[in-house]
DNA sequence: AACTTTCTTAACGAAATGTTAATGTATTAT
DNA sequence: ATAATACATTAACATTTCGTTAAGAAAGTT
């Protein structure tokens, strides 16, 4: 499954801010709503947007400081301020800092999607260090989760769903060692409730089952802490 | 030394036109004028743009016309559209086609620059001078994705249209390897939903019967993730 | 204007995926 | 030993995604 991309929406005006919200999750964005500048650069760094949407006027941090704070830890995350007035100052100061777009309140909320849009799409991040690995070996098979296939030394192969992939994957990552049931739940799933959690084991099952061909692997659980894929 | 980056302007207001090119041209880029849509076509296939500003009101051919025939040829160069009003419906064309600007006149020249500037800058010169393949050989076919023709080793060949032609092209070129709904949704109609995923779906069909002279190959779906075209 | 090609949209069945419930087994604590 | 908690497995169900056909809208040609 695909997931939505995620965007921070800096804005002090509650009312407004919580239409805005809603607007973008209605066209399946995820939006993280901050209500000041301060707020804003915790939630930032607390975790991976695409897209930040910023107020200029707001109490105590503005817009424009909390642009450069976010330059300062990023260098590529698209910007888009929203201004009420249409302080030309103001708008030379985002471009230099880095602006994607700009909008002056009140704007046209499809003019706002189509620009949001327009700037997801235009590069699937070219800069990306951290190279995401997709091809496995162990016991006697191979795995990619790139494709979602996994593969047996004698060609049989397996079409795992995304939930299995990104379990399998996680336990890799981890062989022999334990992945903790937390971890894996709100990485994958991204709650850990008791629904959840027998979610999780189903899938466990699934994959088990898919292993068995090669009987000196196991997923071995460990009582309230995990799972831990081995070659005994 | 480092040379100017190079604006194809197309404005029919030659007083207009005339003002704005100097204005840029003191600022240190090389300038084009063209005062309408087909002239403007002719010059930017003659020539290597950086960039793109069209004004959208003009005669023969408008701007709207005139960036998706540029579209056509060139998918990554930008584009800031001008217009004399604020018309929602011709901003939303705009952005369809892939604007990733947008000035409403009259407009502030300084903002104009900040946008230029903005925009030149967020590619650090991914410059692709990488020369454009269309020629790919695959199973028993040959493809020439500049003629959009698709060829079988007995003779046979058949007429690509325009989306079927760029959807096998992004299949061929991630031979064996997915192809993510998304990015060729994102590339080739400019934007993903419901439908235009219904209507890739359909030109995957229309590529699988193309394809099943040679059925050694198949283009396979990965579920929720996109397509992949290999040979078994 | 008539014709052709291309593209979009609708409709609907099929397949894949994910969740929850039900039931049983293992582990731990007391 | 027994109760409580955690885990395992299967099956039923709901939801989402995909494949295909067909109708008709839009664009391009003759």
Not at 192 to 218: C, P, Q
């Amino acid at each position: 499954m695909k997931s939505n991309k995620r965007i921070l929406l800096v804005e002090d005006d509650p009312n407004f801010g919580r239409i805005l919200k809603d607007y973008l999750t209605i066209n399946n964005y995820d939006v993280s709503l901050a209500v000041n500048g301060i707020e804003g650069f915790e939630k930032f760094n607390r975790s991976d947007f695409d897209l930040c949407i910023l107020d200029i006027m707001m109490p105590f941090k503005d817009g424009l400081t909390l642009a450069k704070e976010i330059r300062e830890v990023n260098e590529e995350i698209p910007l888009i301020f929203l201004t009420a007035k249409n302080l030309k100052d103001d708008v030379l100061k985002g471009y230099k800092i880095g602006a994607d777009d700009y909008l002056t309140k009140p704007f046209d909320s499809e003019i706002l999607l189509a620009k949001i849009k327009s700037i997801l799409n235009r590069k699937p991040n070219v800069n990306n260090d951290e190279v995401d690995i997709f091809e496995f070996k162990f016991g006697d098979f191979n795995f990619n989760s790139k494709l979602r296939i996994l593969e047996y030394k004698d060609g049989d192969s397996y079409k795992l769903s995304p939930k299995e992939n990104q379990l399998l994957k996680m336990l890799v990552l981890n062989f022999d060692d334990l992945l903790p049931r937390d971890i894996a739940l709100n990485k994958i799933w991204r709650d850990a409730n008791y629904f959840t959690s027998r979610s999780m084991d189903v899938y466990i099952a699934k994959l088990r089952k898919y292993l068995e061909k090669d009987n000196s692997l196991k997923i071995i659980n460990v009582h309230g802490e995990g799972f831990r894929l081995m070659k005994e």
